[in-house]
């Protein structure tokens, strides 16, 4: 088991910047690459970007390139998503999520292919 604890969410204007962290638990970290994801009210569920194990690989949507940033510190077993030019758009509650190191390239992209969800952490971007 891994348990993921997502923290930073909040309110911020238009154009601002969030980070937000999610910690981990149980297994070792190490082993799994990781993905956020996020969901507006009556949306599904959205790819945002992923990271590889070892930090060596990073995935962005469309929708956020350029703009979103993952990172990973596995002495700490923490990943980051660092958030700049944030738009209304953006608002969703964010879940960082753990797959499998057997797990890569554009399969990450896919929800069902991830092993352990945190609860999520809203954000909303005010205009």
């Known amino acids: 088991q891994v348990q993921l604890v997502e923290s930073g969410g909040g309110l911020v204007q238009a154009g601002g910047s969030l980070r937000l962290s999610c910690a981990a638990s149980?297994?070792?970290?190490?082993?799994?690459?990781m993905g956020w994801f996020r969901q507006a009210p009556g949306k599904d569920r959205e790819f945002v970007g992923a990271i590889t194990w070892n930090g060596n690989g990073t995935y962005y949507a469309d929708s956020v390139q350029g703009r979103f940033t993952i990172s990973r510190y596995n002495a700490v077993n923490t990943v980051y998503l660092r958030m700049n030019s944030l738009k209304p758009e953006d608002t969703a509650v964010y879940y960082c999520a753990a797959a499998s190191s057997g797990t890569y390239g554009t399969s990450l992209f896919s929800p069902g292919k991830y092993d352990y969800w945190g609860q999520g952490t809203q954000v909303t971007v005010s205009s």
């Open positions: 149980g297994r070792t970290f190490s082993n799994y690459n």
